[in-house]
């Protein structure tokens, strides 16, 4: 076997799934709006670090 689970299998603390869900930014808001009980107007994703 490969290690991998199957996607049936996965948990939001599996990192695949976590990117997943924070890189798509309606479901990212929905899941915090859930977790926080709070209204959230808009999900902003920082620039990541450039080193040229």
């Given amino acids: ?3 991998l689970k199957p996607i049936e ?3 939001l603390a599996d ?3 976590f990117m997943a869900v924070m890189r798509d930014e309606e479901i990212c808001k929905e899941l915090l ?3 926080l009980k709070i209204k959230i107007e808009k999900v902003e994703y ?3 670090q450039s080193f040229a």
């Fill in 15 to 17: 990192d695949y799934m």
């Fill in 33 to 35: 709006e859930r977790l």
């Fill in 46 to 48: 920082p620039e990541l």
């Fill in 1 to 3: 076997m490969n290690g």
């Fill in 9 to 11: 299998e996965l948990e």
